[in-house]
């Protein structure tokens, strides 16, 4: 979902930059939302579930070039069969794998934005350097709908979701963190970490209010774009964050934002809370444990110093 929500910039630049520009956007079904409001994007194609359905769908829209974000199996066959000019991201795999690897680092700590940008260069594409886009739905709940008792009222959203376990922090941990802050905290996340909710709520019950896995991801963004100050980790809704220039708190353990260039995106104010260890990064994505079993890259994270951002920033 992040890497999608920062192809953002690349369709505003193109459709701005280019004169009688028609832009077409190819992605699985399950990320159509990010894209459905998009007034850059002309047309929204789905991957069917043959792939040679897809690619006989998009011949007859006769493109002139494709630009290829994804650069995956799927995407060179797509390139193929179409047999246009195509422009194709770098993903530098082998600098990422030494980096996690061996700890060797030769990966310039370019954004995805400008990383994804470089791919659409060659067409006379600059940076407008403006934030991401996230385009909620017309018939979007409004905050008043979605929390009444904090209409107007100042409150912290925590994104505590994240697809895996290495890249959220212990339940203790965010318990004593939200016992420190100085507002309510609203806790948001997916049915994937209920039972984290769950646990965290009861222990901060005067402190909390529990949205996890009970509303949609647009009422989480509704959430998100009302709040004093947004904290999360490495995911989805973290990120769109930035799009409505939040202050933001993001929480790294197994994985560094540098690596794959995914730090906070023109936002002006931000804290990036993480612990220089010698084992970190372990992934580019997160696991589902901790290698050395110690997990001290979210363990050690000092909530001194976000309570701090959060109250005086």
Known sequence: MGDIIYTSPVIRCLKNQLENVEIHYLTKPSFKFLLDNNPYLDQLHLLQPKLADTISALKKEQFDIVI????????????????????????????????????????????????????????GIKNDAKAIDYFLPADALSIEKILPHYYNKPYIAFVIGATHFTKRMPNNKVIELCEQLNLPVILLGGKDVEDNANAIHQATIDKTVNMVGKINLNDSVTIVKNAAHVIGFDTGLTHIAEAFNKKLVTIWGSTVPELLGVQPYQVDHHYEAGVELSCRPCSKFGLSACPKKHFNCMKTIELEKIVNFIIHE
């Open 68 to 123: 290829d974000l994804h650069n995956s199996l799927r995407s060179l066959l797509v390139k193929t069969q179409l047999g246009v000019k195509s422009s194709t991201y770098k993903k530098e795999r082998l600098k990422k794998w030494l980096a996690i690897k061996w700890k060797i680092n030769l990966i310039k700590p370019d954004h995805l934005v400008d990383r994804y940008l470089k791919t659409v260069a060659f067409l």
